[in-house]
């Protein structure tokens, strides 16, 4: 028996389960399929923070993303019942004096004013090494994003919304009314597969490079950090002694799965500036969908007009999603057009 619905998304990441929203918020009805095959939601250390901490530089449209995300959480914390957003400062550790001058001067742009604080902080933690102080980003924090996903996940099955499988494209097929996919029909499929887009046959042509990350969660015994630190590496706090330490970045290594590598890498400047002992309780790694531009895909197939592709979130995906779901479902049933800098477009020659 066919089911007919509005919507195919394939993935439930970030991207897909912002999307899920959307068309939620507009009345329409979908189905989801996923299968965990990526991890990038589910490993994410979750922090969202429009400042680039190694140049001082903002992050592209940060402060209109940031502002827009934020309700988008805190209704999911409602819908949910769930404790998702914990906004805390980051503590940006100075390597030395001329960092500071630099923090200084970035701290003057008018994009970067309302976000890096004028005061630096001295430390007072005995288990972290600080010779030149802190600089305080304000407006920052953290979105529990395995907690979301997972919660998520729940909730859509209990609607009967998700499909626990791999989607297979070779049986999609098209017609002037839409597509159809086994048993379902519909309006349009919206791929947001995240580095998995690579097997995507439609949508592969996008230049998705992936970037490899790892991060270990451990106990830290007495280090009692109440905020995010970020000195070579983050310290993230999770609450009773537990941290997450993180992340690497490695463009060549795409396969999934964690390596002694990056736990090296991470624990060798951990040890930089932190000086207690520790005990590590997991690593896990995830690819980020990065994109050679740094700007998200999101938009039309440029030959088959059913299918759309909601990607590209690259290392702020928690920032990034909510706002370019909207897009896209604005673009779909509004007609507004996609912001060209986002749009898949401008990959056409
Ligand atoms: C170590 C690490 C740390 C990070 N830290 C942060 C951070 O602090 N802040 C931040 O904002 N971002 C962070 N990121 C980046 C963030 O994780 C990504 O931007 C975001 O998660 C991407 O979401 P997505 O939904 O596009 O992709 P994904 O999370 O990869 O989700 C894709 C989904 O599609 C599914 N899928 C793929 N192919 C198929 C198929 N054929 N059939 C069915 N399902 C399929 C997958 O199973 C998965 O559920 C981090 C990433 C990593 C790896």
């Known amino acids: 028996m066919n089911k007919r619905i509005d919507t195919i998304i394939v993935g439930l990441g970030l991207a897909g389960l912002a999307y899920a929203e959307h068309l939620l918020a507009r009345g329409k009805s979908f189905v989801v399929f996923s299968d965990r095959s990526q991890q990038a939601s589910m490993v994410a250390g979750g922090l969202y923070n429009p400042v680039i901490l190694k140049r001082f530089t903002g992050a ?5 993303q940031l502002d827009y995300a934020l309700p988008f959480y805190e209704r999911l914390e409602g819908k949910l019942d ?30 970067l004013q309302p976000f890096l604080s004028l005061k630096l902080v001295e430390n007072r933690n005995k288990g972290l090494s600080v010779p030149y102080k802190f600089g305080v980003v304000e407006g920052t924090g ?35 009314q839409g597509v159809s996919y086994k048993d379902w029909q519909a309006n349009s499929v919206v791929f947001a597969e995240g580095y998995g ?3 995507n046959p439609f949508f592969n042509y996008l230049p998705l490079e992936g970037t490899k990350g790892e991060v270990i969660t451990m106990k830290i015994p007495g280090l009692n950090e109440g ?6 590496v983050f310290i993230i706090p999770l609450g009773e002694d537990v ?9 060549r290594d795409k396969t ?17 500036f932190m000086t207690l002992s ?5 690593h896990v790694s995830g690819v980020r969908p990065t994109v050679s531009d740094r700007r998200p895909l999101v938009g039309q197939h440029p030959e088959y007009k059913n299918l759309f592709v909601l990607n590209g979130m690259g290392s702020r995906g928690v920032m990034t999603a909510p706002t370019a779901a909207n897009a896209l479902s604005s673009y779909i049933y509004d007609g507004i057009a996609l912001d060209p800098e986002m749009d898949v477009a401008r990959f056409l020659s």
Do not use: C, H, M
């Open 60 to 64: 592209w449209n940060g402060a209109a």
């Open 82 to 111: 769930l404790k998702l957003d914990y906004q805390w400062p980051i503590l940006r550790r100075f390597a030395s004096i001329e960092e500071q001058n630099l923090w200084f001067q970035a701290s003057d742009k008018p994009g």
């Open 142 to 176: 953290r979105v529990a994003t395995k907690t979301l996903i997972t919660a998520y996940e729940t909730y859509l099955e209990q609607q009967g919304f998700w499909q626990k499988e791999s989607f297979n494209y070779t049986l999609l097929a098209q017609d002037s």
């Open 197 to 199: 887009l690579k097997t």
């Open 227 to 232: 905020a995010i630190i970020k000195s070579g």
């Open 243 to 251: 941290y997450r330490v993180g992340s690497t970045y490695f463009w």
């Open 256 to 272: 999934q799965g964690p390596t002694e590598a990056a736990k090296t890498f991470l624990l060798e400047r951990l040890e930089r």
């Open 278 to 282: 520790y005990e590590i309780v997991s």
